[in-house]
């Protein structure tokens, strides 16, 4: 990329069969650098990343909140402009990363949000997940009327220096997309939100599914009202 | 108010001593810190207070406002325990995020060390 510092962060946890073809699609994209985050796999993972990216392998699961903000951390220290998260699964396209690029330029936001809802033709997502995120979002609209979120609980996301500050510092452990979307109003960092292609997940399952969807649905709203009405918000 | 079996001060007293000098020993070998101790030992202190002195008991009841002073006893043993794993939460929390905090520093420096910058992709 011309004068900005793009690094791509790729959270994985046993996507030994995702993580190669992904790799090899972002190095024909050409001109981002990744880091791959092996939370803690018990495949392939590593093996089949450390060959094509700098991989972090870390000691124990911390769950997808403590990869991700592992990678901001790496994005900190090695003096990126922007970082962006995409999964290991395959579901989010290297290609759509020139459209938060572009976005980003466009209309500088500290936080851009890929939405699968903005565009018809994307891979949208089961009907009880979208539903789940259509109640995140509404809640959203709730407690910050002057955003509207169409995706909250969108794994694609890019973030400037001042997210990557904030973000190394302070980061959710638990289903971080929505979490982290509210500590970013809360903050008073810019958000925005871009239309991107995704894709329907390759390998793997899930993780949130069945009961656990309920479990989720609480866990989300409640912290999302907290940040907002606590006025005691990380620093 | 009914006075305490000799039975029942004898088994309190005992397991309150044996118990005091347990944790005494763990608090000497930092197993456990002067909190954890005064907490624990409030555990076995309390019964053998109520045994021992049922007045204490009967009191405890009168000053409560209920009926059985057996239900003072477990009122108070309550608070002790609320106040223990409350706190116990805190810090259950707090390790959790050094935790995390540590592996993933550990994590990137292992990264640093094993893949030199340049090796891999790492340029625009």
Known sequence: MDDLRVLLIIPCYNEQDS?????????????YATIVIDDGSRDATYQNAVKRSPTVRLLRNLGIGGAVQTGIKYAERMGFDLCVQIDGDGQHPPA???RLVAAYRASPRSLLI?????????????SSRRMGSQVIARFLRLLYPHFHATDPTSGMRMMDRAAIQFFARHYPADYPEPISLAWALKRGLSV??????????????????????AAYMARVLGYILLARLSRFMPR | MHPTSL?????VSVFTVVYL????RKTAHQKLDVYDFVMLSSLGVIPFLFAVFPGVAAFAAEVTGVVYPFVALFGLLFIFIFVFVHRLTEK?????????MLVQEISLLRQALEQPRGAKSDSD
């Open chain 1, 114 to 126: 890929g939405s699968r809802y903005l565009l018809n033709d994307s891979f949208r997502s089961t």
């Open chain 1, 96 to 98: 759509e990363v020139a």
């Open chain 1, 19 to 31: 993580i190669g073809p992904l790799l090899d699609e972002i190095a024909a994209c050409g001109g």
């Open chain 1, 192 to 213: 925005g939100e871009v239309a991107v292609k995704m894709r329907a997940r390759e390998h793997g399952r899930s993780s949130i599914f069945g009961l656990r969807s």
């Open chain 2, 21 to 24: 000098i347990y944790i005494a």
């Open chain 2, 7 to 11: 039975q029942t001060m004898l088994i």
């Open chain 2, 92 to 100: 259950v929390h707090s390790l959790e995020q050094d935790n995390r």
